[in-house]
């Protein structure tokens, strides 16, 4: 299947009762064929001074993500910590995720997300999707 993803990563204000910055994180998808809209993304990212990062998402599609990872050079991996959804989603049941950003270059970026369901696979991760982003000026 292909579809198009807008990705938004940009600074966010610095909140004084935390004292930690965090980075706003939005995406957006669509199908490439029909433009139907498939969900949108928003949420907080955020690295400690030694590489764990945290990103917590909620989404239109009822589902709200806290993740956990490390950075490495060009790389930072996340997996679930938990998951929240309303009670009508239709999605199936999201058991365990992992989500990988690559930095190819100053230009590219790659995002891939693999996951386990309630109905596959029962043990580690079937790829979900992949994105390559192109940074825009």
């Known amino acids: ?9 940009n600074e966010a204000p610095i909140a004084k009762s935390a004292n930690v910055q965090f980075l706003n994180f939005s995406a957006r998808a669509w ?17 400690d001074p030694v590489g764990n990062a945290t990103l ?3 989404g239109n599609n009822g589902f709200t993500t806290y993740e956990t990872g490390t950075v490495s050079p060009n790389k930072l991996v996340l997996t679930l910590k938990d998951i929240g959804r309303i009670s009508f989603s239709r999605d199936l049941p999201v058991e365990d995720l992992r989500r990988t950003f690559i930095r190819h ?9 693999e996951m386990r369901t309630a109905t596959h696979p029962k043990v580690g991760y079937l790829e979900h999707t992949r ?5 825009l000026k």
């Open 131 to 135: 994105v390559v982003y192109t940074k």
């Open 56 to 58: 917590m998402t909620t």
């Open 105 to 113: 270059d100053d230009r590219y970026m790659e995002q891939v997300i």
């Open 31 to 47: 199908s490439h064929s029909t433009k139907d809209h498939f969900h949108d993304e928003w949420g907080f990212l955020t690295v």
């Open 1 to 9: 299947m292909t579809f198009g993803e807008e990705l938004v990563i």
